[in-house]
């Protein structure tokens, strides 16, 4: 998809653009239906809530004004390099208060995924990734390896050099990693090609996202396509958009989808999440998609409503 880019230069211009293609933005009357008609609001958290570790303008009145309203506030991210006990952590850093209950990251849907499936004890996990997938799967009671730890490993490409790896790994779980290697890849790619079974899970395929308030950088998408591209094999994906983790946000908060609006920075991920579960949706342009993308042609995700960031909610509330 053409024209990603930071959607903070989105403003008038953009709005009378959007006029001009017969595509308006959120009036104060989308937001009384919204408010009318939902229960509970799904937020994604890079491009929408904060970027890297700076907090978008305005955020933390708007989410305390839903809940106010006794809206349900959920956290969805595709980002798995945190477990949602660390992401809560992040928040309350950023004087946003939540639970870990309200979080539902990717590194806990990999856990998730193996768990329901009734992935064997006895097996083991091996990790492209970040701590977060690694907590999670304690946490659900797994055995993981690699992640951060295998970061600074090299091989040494040598004649009659045998490359030796764990052939009880069940699993290669892939996400976003800063540190990945040759290492990591050699590793993951013999798990899955050798080991009878092995089941290889993405946690997502972003392609860039917000790592740092200034910047996109790679995604996991860029991860899990080097182990499609050496094992000829696609992942099962548990992120957005596949609707995984909202079995368990229906499962834990008893709310119809109907009831839901899903808000998110990202079409093919978020707002294409929403879809699919039956949500409404509201895309925001304060991340990874400005205008010009979701008013392109070959766009063919669209929004029930976009504005500029999340804190228009509430300014439009008070219009």
Known sequence: MKGVGGGGGDGPE???????????????????????????????????????DVLIDGVRDTLDMLRSMGKKLVFVTNNSTKSRRQYAKKFHSLGITVTEDEIFSSSFAAAMFLKVNDFPKEKKVYVIGGEGILDELELAGFVGLGGPEDG??????????????????????????PYINYYKLQYGTLCIRE????????????????????????????????????????PIVVGKPSTFMMKFLLKKFNISTSRMCMVGDRLDTDILFGQNAGCRTLL??????????????SNHIRPDYYTSKLSDIKKLVLE
């Open 14 to 52: 953009a709005a009378s653009a959007a006029a001009e293609c017969g595509h308006q933005p959120l009036t104060p009357n989308d937001v009384k239906d919204l408010l009318h008609s939902v229960d509970a609001f799904l937020f994604d958290c890079d491009g929408v809530i904060w970027r890297g």
């Open 152 to 177: 600074k490993k090299t091989v040494e490409l040598e004649a009659n050099c045998l490359f030796e790896h764990d052939k009880s790994v069940g699993a290669v779980v892939v996400g976003l990693d």
């Open 195 to 234: 080991n009878p079974g092995c089941l290889f899970i993405a946690t997502n395929r972003d392609a860039v996202g917000h790592m740092t308030d200034l910047q996109e950088w790679p995604g996991a998408g860029c991860m899990v396509a080097a182990i499609c591209g050496s094992t000829q094999r696609e």
């Open 284 to 297: 925001v342009l304060s991340g990874v998609t400005n205008l010009s993308t979701l008013e392109d042609s």
